[in-house]
């Protein structure tokens, strides 16, 4: 019988061998290949923290001790060992998240999976039991490449100034978040990785002078005493220890006893602790080590003897931009581009290795990345700031003060923009558009095709007074939408063929076939439609006021938030014009999605042309109910003729 199989909780863990314990280890990352393969997942970082989340588990209680996880991804073996061995729906509608979820246990602390947050986490869950006197631990586990956001360092400031507060800090260090670590912080854990540790010098030290008559004890507790000196020549750890962090490391992440006995000295101390843990992304599955790209950071659907994918799902948004950018690099010799530690994930891998003095990964730090663009702006070039959609949220204060009061031609370029799906709640690019639309100044486009894409990335890029932002949607790219006409600014998709339309259909980016199709779905109802397409959203087009008076009732879909999104921008833009048409917007609902398909979450809050064009058809027959009292009230007020 295999031994996961008898893991239910992680006390089960307890009665175990080393042995057994390294065989389950094993076990583990057999079950972890064949089922990632089969749905789709974060497989590279799960296969490196197998005997890191047994060690964890062995020697804290969870979840009476918190052991929170940053970011998330890497917590596959940490559901396996709290009971959730179903994988078969990983990620999918009525399955397991691919985060922690507390849903789905209470051994889930935190689920945002935005990176370098659990520090924060942690120094407020520690600080609440010391008030409330709980006789409890906090363990954060943070990689490496989360370290290089600011939040980190401004919760371990706070963390390190209660010296007697418990709080253990794992850092995972396998030197990648998705690629490869940067920065000056990712050449300090370098140096301590290849460093002989002051500890173990100090006691091959002690054992040699121990053995010297008269002078070696003595000189050894001169050296001892001499220890922030000594640590600093011999391993470079004083960078935490100067914060006030006692430091334990580095650890072999693959070895349990050191682990445990590790993690078991941390847990005796009493105070704050960074214990070092080196790891292998990827480890013990040949085609994730042999990926030099991400180690298999995230997969589809693979074959799990080779790695490779099992269906290849044609071009998508984000290639045709990364495409789009070497064109505009050999064109333009100021066009820069920034990532945040995602630079294949983003699409700038191409531009990368076409121009790599001009191309600049932050790390995990999207606050700095928009600053630092702003900089590059002011100095003369046009940066390229290319980033999900739902991490743009962490630079909002950056963008409206540093990038638009300064007038700064920074293009940011929004990936995965509106519902991603399966990631769940915390990415979905849902609230881009919405919290945008308050920036003076900035444009917004939103492209409906891979043709959109590549022009109105070009206009974005000519823009060198003012922010500009280009959002496009996660996966495979679809056909032309072409267009039939232009007013103003704004590609018309479809002409109704009567000059007093009913409808006017404002689409928003790559919602334009939907809207092509409840534009057909009316017209069988006996409702025309105009299907306009904004391109850009931001601002509102002036054309848009004289064509909406030119219809009777105007109807927005976009794959944002329906709060402060493009549809209430239209509706402001109407009233700021005085017309008065009624509008109705469609978008994503002011809550939280849970994971599933992105067709899935389409249907289930009701962004899809069958129901779309059902409440279309609605209104407009309320509009003629409307119009037909109307004209017989006014008969029947009109008092009979007297003779």
């Known amino acids: 019988m295999p031994l996961l199989t008898r893991i239910r909780g992680p006390r089960d863990l307890d009665r175990l061998s080393l042995e057994e314990l390294n065989q389950l280890a094993e076990e583990i990352r057999t079950f972890l290949v064949e089922a990632v393969s089969k749905t789709g997942g ?64 209470e051994h889930d602390i935190i689920e945002n999976s935005h990176a370098s947050t659990v520090l924060g986490w942690a120094d407020g869950i520690a600080k609440a039991n010391e008030l409330l006197e709980r006789d409890s631990h906090v363990v954060a586990v943070i990689g490496d490449g989360a370290l290089t956001g600011g939040m980190a360092w401004e919760a371990l400031n706070n963390i390190a100034d209660a010296k007697d507060r418990p709080l253990v800090i794992v850092v995972n260090d396998n030197e990648r978040s998705y690629a490869p670590t940067i920065g000056g912080l990712a050449n300090h854990l370098a140096t301590l990785r290849t460093t002989d540790g002051y500890e173990r010098f100090l006691a091959r030290t002690k054992e040699v002078l121990e053995r010297t008559p008269v002078v070696g004890r003595p000189l050894y507790d001169t050296l001892h005493g001499a220890k922030k000196g000594l640590k600093d020549f011999i391993a470079p750890q004083g960078m935490f220890e100067d914060l006030g962090l006692k ?129 590059l702006a002011t100095g003369g070039v046009h940066p390229v700031f290319a980033v999900y959609a739902t991490f743009l949220n962490r630079a909002f204060d950056q963008v409206l003060m540093d990038v638009a009061l300064h007038k700064c031609g920074v293009t940011f ?99 334009a076939p939907m809207c092509l199709e409840i534009a057909g779905l009316l017209d069988k109802q006996g409702i025309s439609a105009t299907v306009v397409d904004p391109r850009w959203v931001k601002p509102v087009d002036e054309a848009m006021a004289p064509l909406a008076e030119r219809h009777r009732v105007v109807v927005t879909v976009e794959d944002n938030s329906r709060v402060g999104g493009v549809g209430s921008a239209i509706a402001q833009a109407l009233r700021d014009a005085g017309v008065d048409v009624p509008l109705r917007d469609f978008g994503i609902p002011p809550r939280f999605l849970d994971h599933a398909s992105r067709a899935e979450v389409m249907a289930e809050i009701g962004l899809t042309a069958p129901d779309i064009a059902r409440q279309v058809t609605g209104l407009v027959a309320r509009l003629d109910g409307r119009y037909e009292r109307s004209a017989a009230d006014a008969v029947d007020s009109v008092e009979p003729a007297r003779d």
């Open 42 to 105: 974060h497989l590279g970082p799960n296969l490196g923290v197998v005997e890191l989340t047994i060690a964890l588990h062995r020697v804290f209680e969870s979840p009476k001790d918190k052991v929170l996880w940053d970011t998330g991804h890497q917590s596959y073996v940490h559901k396996l060992l709290t009971g959730r061995q179903d994988f078969s729906k990983l990620k999918m509608k009525g399955g397991l998240s691919g985060y922690p979820s507390q849903a789905e246990s």
């Open 247 to 375: 430091y334990v490391g580095p650890i072999d992440g693959h070895d349990l006893e050191a682990l445990e006995s590790a993690l078991a000295r941390a847990k005796r101390f009493g105070g704050p602790v960074i214990v070092h843990c080196l790891t292998e992304k990827g480890r013990g599955y040949q085609p994730a080590l042999q990926d030099e790209a991400d180690r298999f950071h995230a997969v589809g659907k693979i074959h799990p003897d080779t790695g490779l994918p099992i269906a290849s799902s044609g071009a998508d948004w984000t290639s045709v931009f990364g495409e789009e950018m070497v064109k505009l690099g050999e064109e333009r010799e100021d066009i820069v581009a920034i990532t945040a530690a995602m630079l294949q994930p983003v699409g700038l891998d191409k531009f990368a290795k076409r121009f790599p003095e001009r191309v600049y990964d932050v790390g995990i730090a999207e606050q700095h990345g928009a600053v630092s663009a702003a900089g």
């Open 413 to 511: 370029v929004l990936d995965r923009a509106g519902v991603t799906g399966t990631d769940g709640a915390s990415h979905n690019g849902m609230w881009d558009m919405s919290i945008l639309q308050v920036v003076p100044g900035l444009r917004l486009a939103a492209p409906r095709d891979a043709d959109q894409v590549r022009a109105q990335l070009r206009e974005a890029v000519a823009v060198d007074d003012a922010p500009t932002v280009v959002r496009f949607s996660k996966g495979a790219v679809g056909p032309a939408v072409p267009a039939v006409g232009r007013v103003g600014g704004m590609d018309v998709l479809r002409e109704p063929g009567t000059d007093r339309p009913d409808v006017l259909l404002v689409s928003v980016g790559a919602l």
